[in-house]
């Protein structure tokens, strides 16, 4: 099963990948009239702005818009995924890089599917990069010493799965008791939870990885699971605050509570939740209020809970029409009171919780022309998100950036671009979910039909 992983080359590199006869668009899109001239003069595609690209040209990337980028393969494609958290220290802006990943697979028969710990490491950065000198290479090394690299900069993906029947529609990790634990909702109607540890260990040595084949694979079993949701569902959300704590929530409306056990399972609240009069679609605690979380749902609203009540009058705020359609996914900022969400609807609102009663957002932003799926506040920068969407865009804002009414000589269509919108990266083909790495700033990690991408742009 080792060989169900690949990797895709940088379509900047000398090797050519599978994947570069697929149209890609990688750019950068920002407000500022000298910006705006020099993307005019590349002749920039912007999505919904000006036709789309005629018979016979192709969207090519500018390599000089990222410090990194990489693309992975994992044979099925995965819904979900969430970033593990190591031990190689904070803030890693200097490259190569090495990263750990969960995912779940969504596989043609439901024998197929896995659930997968992934390392991805050698990433080295662009030729952007080393400019910069965020790399190992200097900026005058020749293109001959780069032919010579190229063997030793080649990515590597160590790939350990556990066997999962049926697909998975979300992932998501905590640290628990010293271990990583796996939250994952089964499209047959079940959560169950993982214990990392050995799929860890084993994508860190290649003597574990022979012994865990061998002896280990097989007999991995869920340390806990809960069928009392009756449906499947794709809601999920550990708590920051109290350790093993878990919400999870289904199609059914129903949102149930889990609190860990000190005999090792966990306790699960058979009173649900309820307000949703719909699927509830995502689940988000508050990064400061142990006792707090938001709900959206196909309803179109977003809710505001609290646990110390009990779970039939725990719902505290609502906005009822929150979108025009399915409120999809939600991200409560860590820092401000802040709450984006994103709808089927094209929409991504921004929700100031001091002024949630009011059912008003303090900022709508409608760049994509196609339900979001995946949005998620920077984990240190409190002001700059990231949204994607089934039109096969990935945006990066900023909050903070505001426009420049003495610039002169402006595209029209490039005037009506919002200028908080500080990037466009394209070139996936239906991309489901987006993390920012907690540990490497401006790291961004997406799943799609076509498989992962990892980069980080000039932008962020």
Same mark, same amino acid.
């Given at each position: 099963m080792e060989g169900a992983s690949t990797w895709n080359e940088e379509s900047s590199g000398s090797g050519s990948s599978d994947g570069e006869e697929d149209m890609e668009m990688e750019e950068k899109v920002q407000g500022g009239k000298e910006e705006?001239?020099?993307?005019?003069?590349?002749?920039?595609? #912007?999505?919904?702005?000006?036709?789309?690209?005629?018979?016979?040209e192709e969207l090519v990337m500018d390599e000089g818009a990222y410090r990194l980028y990489h693309r992975a393969g994992t044979g099925a494609p995965c819904l979900s995924f969430d970033i593990l958290r190591d031990s190689l220290g904070e803030n890693r802006t200097s490259y190569p890089l090495s990263l750990l990943l969960?995912?779940?697979?969504?596989?043609e028969s439901?024998?197929?599917?896995?659930?997968?710990?992934?390392?991805?490491?050698?990433?080295?950065?662009?030729?952007?990069?080393?400019?910069?000198?965020?790399?190992?290479? !200097?900026?005058?090394?020749?293109?001959?010493d780069d032919d010579d690299d190229d063997e030793e900069k080649k990515p590597q993906l160590e790939l350990a799965m556990v066997p999962h029947y049926g697909g998975i529609n979300r992932v998501r990790v905590t640290e628990f008791g010293g271990s990583q634990i796996a939250a994952v909702w089964s499209e047959k109607g079940q959560v169950e939870l993982y214990n990392l540890r050995e799929a860890l260990v084993a994508v860190s040595d290649p003597q574990a990885m022979a012994a865990f084949l061998r002896e280990e694979q097989a007999k991995i079993k869920p340390i806990f699971s809960f069928a009392g949701h009756m449906t499947e569902g794709f809601a999920m959300g550990w708590?920051?605050?109290?350790?093993?704590?878990?919400? $999870?929530?289904?199609?059914?409306?129903?949102?149930?509570? @889990?609190?860990?056990?000190?005999?090792?399972?966990?306790?699960?609240?058979?009173?649900?939740? $309820?307000?949703? +009069?719909?699927?509830?679609?995502?689940?988000?605690?508050?990064?400061?209020?142990? $006792?707090?979380?938001?709900s959206c749902s196909a309803d179109a609203s977003i809710r505001?809970?609290?646990?110390?009540?009990?779970?039939?009058?725990?719902?505290?705020?609502? /906005?009822?029409?929150?979108?025009?359609? =399915?409120?999809?996914?939600?991200? @409560?900022?860590?820092?401000?009171?802040?709450? #984006?969400?994103?709808? &089927?609807?094209?929409?991504?609102?921004?929700?100031?919780?001091?002024?949630?009663?009011?059912?008003?957002?303090?900022?709508?932003?409608?760049?994509? $022309?196609?339900?979001?799926?995946?949005?998620?506040?920077?984990?240190?920068?409190?002001?700059?998100?990231?949204? !994607?969407g089934t &039109? &096969?865009?990935? /945006?990066?804002?900023?909050?903070?950036?505001?426009?420049?009414? +003495?610039?002169?000589?402006? =595209?029209?269509?490039?005037?009506s671009i919002p200028p908080q919108l500080l990037f466009v990266h394209q070139g996936e083909n239906d991309i489901k979910e987006l993390h920012w790495h907690p540990q490497c700033p401006g790291v961004l990690i997406t799943t799609a039909l076509s498989g992962f991408n990892i980069f980080r742009t000039i932008s962020v």
């Amino acid at each position: 099963m080792e060989g169900a992983s690949t990797w895709n080359e940088e379509s900047s590199g000398s090797g050519s990948s599978d994947g570069e006869e697929d149209m890609e668009m990688e750019e950068k899109v920002q407000g500022g009239k000298e910006e705006k001239e020099k993307v005019q003069g590349r002749g920039v595609y #912007v999505p919904g702005q000006g036709p789309p690209p005629a018979s016979g040209e192709e969207l090519v990337m500018d390599e000089g818009a990222y410090r990194l980028y990489h693309r992975a393969g994992t044979g099925a494609p995965c819904l979900s995924f969430d970033i593990l958290r190591d031990s190689l220290g904070e803030n890693r802006t200097s490259y190569p890089l090495s990263l750990l990943l969960c995912a779940g697979t969504q596989a043609e028969s439901a024998t197929a599917n896995r659930l997968m710990v992934m390392k991805m490491h050698n990433l080295h950065g662009t030729k952007q990069a080393s400019k910069e000198g965020l790399g190992s290479e !200097s900026s005058s090394d020749s293109e001959d010493d780069d032919d010579d690299d190229d063997e030793e900069k080649k990515p590597q993906l160590e790939l350990a799965m556990v066997p999962h029947y049926g697909g998975i529609n979300r992932v998501r990790v905590t640290e628990f008791g010293g271990s990583q634990i796996a939250a994952v909702w089964s499209e047959k109607g079940q959560v169950e939870l993982y214990n990392l540890r050995e799929a860890l260990v084993a994508v860190s040595d290649p003597q574990a990885m022979a012994a865990f084949l061998r002896e280990e694979q097989a007999k991995i079993k869920p340390i806990f699971s809960f069928a009392g949701h009756m449906t499947e569902g794709f809601a999920m959300g550990w708590s920051p605050k109290k350790p093993g704590t878990l919400l $999870t929530g289904d199609c059914n409306k129903n949102i149930h509570l @889990w609190t860990p056990k000190e005999d090792g399972s966990w306790f699960v609240d058979q009173r649900p939740f $309820t307000a949703h +009069t719909k699927s509830v679609e995502d689940l988000q605690w508050s990064p400061n209020e142990a $006792t707090v979380f938001a709900s959206c749902s196909a309803d179109a609203s977003i809710r505001i809970w609290d646990i110390r009540a009990a779970p039939g009058q725990a719902c505290m705020l609502t /906005t009822n029409q929150a979108h025009d359609a =399915d409120v999809n996914v939600i991200s @409560w900022n860590r820092k401000e009171p802040f709450i #984006v969400s994103g709808g &089927d609807d094209g929409a991504l609102k921004i929700w100031d919780l001091r002024q949630f009663q009011k059912g008003s957002p303090v900022a709508t932003f409608k760049q994509h $022309t196609a339900p979001i799926t995946s949005v998620e506040w920077h984990p240190t920068d409190s002001g700059v998100f990231a949204a !994607s969407g089934t &039109d &096969d865009q990935v /945006t990066q804002w900023d909050l903070a950036v505001e426009r420049d009414d +003495t610039a002169e000589g402006e =595209d029209p269509a490039l005037a009506s671009i919002p200028p908080q919108l500080l990037f466009v990266h394209q070139g996936e083909n239906d991309i489901k979910e987006l993390h920012w790495h907690p540990q490497c700033p401006g790291v961004l990690i997406t799943t799609a039909l076509s498989g992962f991408n990892i980069f980080r742009t000039i932008s962020v």
